[in-house]
């Protein structure tokens, strides 16, 4: 238990002062974040040479936090995330308080409640989203275990939780959009 503290501590410290962290989600190994600092999320798309215009994932630990950082979250978002079988994200309309560079173009952000452990206390913890996005280069394979991450990654990082590194991962989320206007998509099933 002692090594979830100190993982927790020292991950938290790195988003505090804006660095980027690798670590494990209900998904995939992420690289993360503090959703709100407009140059960690620079460092993001910087380490995964990625362009600002393919959005990015962030994490929340809870409802409570969904709403504090999207102005109007449908009532069937509610509906979807509950009934759910695997980790969904949703992209929702008009996000709030989170760094400009982390908003696509149609003024819309991808969320998630993270369901692990790990990820949603550090979220509850750090009281604001997390950054989240596969811990790979862009256009490359995402990798399915620790052992896969390339050292280009692992070096670009300013911390690696070291939690779950034998955990084959899940898949990546199923994403769907919902808009303000009542249109629900599904974009990665």
């Known amino acids: 238990m002692e ?63 969904l709403n504090q950082f999207v102005e109007d979250v449908p009532e069937v978002a509610y509906d979807i995330l509950k009934f759910a079988r695997k980790p969904t994200t949703i992209i929702y309309d008009d996000p709030i308080r989170v ?43 995402t990798p399915e275990s620790f052992a896969e991450i390339s050292p280009e990654i692992l070096e670009g990082v300013d911390y690696v939780v070291n939690l779950q590194k034998n955990k084959k991962s899940a898949k990546p989320s199923a994403i769907i959009k919902l808009s303000n206007d009542g249109k629900v998509k599904v974009i990665r099933k």
């Not at 003024?107 to 989240?132: H, Q, T």
């Open 3 to 65: 090594d979830i503290k100190t993982e927790m501590q020292n991950a938290l410290a790195t988003l505090k002062r804006g660095g980027l962290i690798l670590y494990p989600t209900d998904t995939v190994w992420g690289i993360g974040c503090d959703a709100t600092n407009a140059e960690a999320v620079e460092k993001v798309y910087a380490l995964k040479k990625r362009k600002e215009s393919q959005a990015l994932i962030c994490l929340v630990s809870d409802y409570k936090m």
């Open 99 to 141: 760094a400009e560079n982390l908003i696509a173009a149609d003024n819309s952000l991808a969320i998630r409640v993270s369901k692990d452990k790990f990820s949603n206390d550090l979220a509850k913890r750090f009281r604001k989203p997390i950054v989240s996005t596969s811990a790979n280069i862009s256009g490359e394979k």
